[in-house]
């Protein structure tokens, strides 16, 4: 990893270096590098995850004094969801400074959703520990508040609420969502849910909550009837 080069692009100072190198570390360079002692991502990822949360939920606070602790929760999610996390990393560029395995290089890892959406939630567990949470909340402010639509959220992210409109179209169609696995380990757990209609079978979506993974899968679906 480029570490000047990332210093450099965000004007940011890190005190342990090795801490920015992990956060841009995947599991598969990890393992390919086992000789070098060399930590993955996934314990800064779970560390950034609160972090965001809170930053986001501080942000959203204070700009939307009107909204009701349901709305706020709805908005919050719409932006933690791991399709916004991947749209951040890709203004940012992050998948520059990914360090991947071979395999993982090759299938496409570099742009991987899932891959990049970690990785952005791993920097800000590394700044945390390097800088503080005020530092967290400026990067941010700076780079990822500015992107924050009510309007662009609350239409684009919920897209159970589309799939269920176009759906009640047909008055003996109905939909539900079925949860068929949880994968990965207790602290980075994800959940495959599966949309059907009419008990047939027709996407899935993999998210980091049910919620998550059920507007995963409606997303699919509408691309898929989309064509």
């Known amino acids: 990893m480029d570490i000047d080069k990332f210093e450099k ?14 956060a841009f570390t995947h599991s598969s360079y990890a393992n390919e590098h086992q000789g070098d002692v060399i930590e993955d991502n996934e314990r800064l990822e779970f560390l950034g995850d609160a972090v965001l949360e809170l930053g986001i939920s501080e942000y959203l606070y204070k700009k939307y004094g009107k909204m009701s602790e349901g709305e706020l929760s709805k908005f919050r999610a719409s932006i933690v969801c791991e399709e916004s996390l991947y749209q951040f990393s890709k203004l940012l560029k992050f998948n ?41 909340f400026k990067f941010l402010e700076k780079h990822i508040f500015p992107t924050i639509s009510r309007d662009v959220y609350s239409h684009k992210m919920d897209y159970k609420t589309q799939l269920q409109e176009l759906i009640q179209k047909d008055k003996n169609s109905s939909l539900h969502y079925k949860v068929v696995d949880e994968i990965g380990p207790s602290h980075n757990k994800k959940f495959v849910i599966e949309v059907h209609v009419n008990d047939q079978y027709v996407d899935e979506g993999i998210g980091k909550s049910k919620k998550e993974a059920e507007q995963l899968a409606a997303k699919n679906m509408l691309n898929r009837l989309n064509g």
């Open 96 to 136: 520059q400074y990914v360090l991947l395995g071979k395999s993982e290089e090759h299938t496409g890892g570099r742009n991987r959703q899932s891959l990049l959406a970690d990785v952005f939630e791993a920097f800000l567990g590394a700044l945390y520990i390097d800088q503080g949470f005020d530092a967290c």
């Open 9 to 22: 692009n965000f004007t940011i100072k890190f005190q342990q270096k090795s801490l920015l190198t992990q």
